[in-house]
């Protein structure tokens, strides 16, 4: 069962919003990696789609089919595979995240 996640986000501008990349998991429930990459992104505050494949064989094999994995979670951005949880936790660390969904990076002050 699709359920979409939507979490506010703060802009500046009225299309803000609309205009956010499409994030896609996969995931099942009973899965620890699956529960870290969604608090991760739930802590990132961007809206999201959740795609729940515990008992859904049709759901499951849409994943593998697109991601050409089978292990879970498998995360998307505009139909572009991001991976799994640790490659999630890595594009978020290295910033790429931030950047991808327009967000601005914090610069730090001169001394």
């Not at 789609?49 to 498998?74: C, F, H, K």
Request: with cysteine.
């Amino acid at each position: 069962m699709n359920t979409e996640k939507t979490f506010t986000r703060s802009t500046s501008g009225d299309n803000a919003v609309a205009a956010a990349p499409r994030i896609e998991i996969y995931f099942k429930s009973w899965c620890p990696y699956s529960r870290w990459a969604l608090e991760l992104l739930t802590d990132k505050g961007v809206p999201f789609t959740t795609i729940d494949v515990t008992n859904d064989w049709v759901l499951e094999a849409e994943m593998i089919d697109r991601s050409g994995r089978t292990s879970v979670p498998q995360v998307f951005i505009d139909n572009d595979h991001v991976g799994g949880f640790d490659d999630l936790k890595a594009f978020v660390a290295s910033g790429s995240f931030d950047r991808r969904l327009g967000v601005a990076e914090a610069v730090p002050l001169a001394a």
